[in-house]
């Protein structure tokens, strides 16, 4: 990923409001993905093999929406149309997922971008940092869905090093958590009653 400036990518942006979910929270939510220091460290491995095949790894995953018109539509016009812009716009930052979800520790910042992720999905921030005339929000269900081709189109990219079996499965494995535990922080905006 490139080391300038992406618009609209606000990590560590004191300015940003802290999350709703106290790292309390946060820790329940880990045991309960069984993501712990064995997985943080296997993703640190996992950003050694993947960063220098992310534009690969955003041309799968961006073929993919790309292919379903109901995936397509959260990035177009009310009327259907594809706004290239705002594609091409969210690209870098998802790049930069990618790198945050492997690098960068679990904490209090951490959690107030994942935040900052989730709202931007919902029509509180949908549209908003990219000023575009999108449709006014993502339907939780398919921000559950994506668990799985997010997950299961990494392992390839994740074999191109040169770690053992064992090593790639504890990598995948790695990703997997951290993939869902970002995604159930991100139905917070969805379900404030209970969550």
Not at 78 to 100: M, S, T
Not at 125 to 130: A, E, L, Q, S, Y
Not at 165 to 191: G, S
Request: proline letters at 7%; charged letters at 25%; aromatic letters at 12%.
């Amino acid at each position: 990923m490139s080391k300038g400036t992406i618009p609209g990518y606000r990590f560590g942006d004191p300015d940003l409001p802290a999350s709703p979910v106290a790292l309390e929270d946060l820790d329940r939510l880990k045991a309960a993905v069984l993501f712990g220091e064995a997985d943080e460290a296997a993703l640190r491995h996992a950003w050694d093999v993947l960063k220098d095949q992310v534009e690969e790894v955003l041309d799968v995953w961006y073929g993919f929406v790309g292919s379903h018109e109901h995936l397509v539509a959260y990035f177009s016009t009310p009327a259907g149309e594809p706004i290239q812009a705002y594609l091409d716009a969210v690209r870098p930052r998802f790049g930069k997922w990618i790198e945050d979800t492997c690098t960068r520790p679990y904490d209090a910042t951490w959690l107030a971008y994942q935040e900052e992720i989730a709202v931007r999905h919902t029509p509180e921030k949908k549209n908003r940092t990219d000023e575009v005339d999108s449709v006014p929000n993502v339907s939780m269900r398919y921000l559950v869905a994506f668990i799985y081709p997010i997950t299961a189109t990494i392992r390839p990219f994740l074999t191109a090093g040169s770690h053992s079996e064992e090593e790639v499965e504890a990598m995948y494995q790695a990703w997997f958590k951290a993939v869902t535990l970002q995604v159930a922080l991100w139905t917070r905006p969805y379900v404030p009653q209970g969550w």
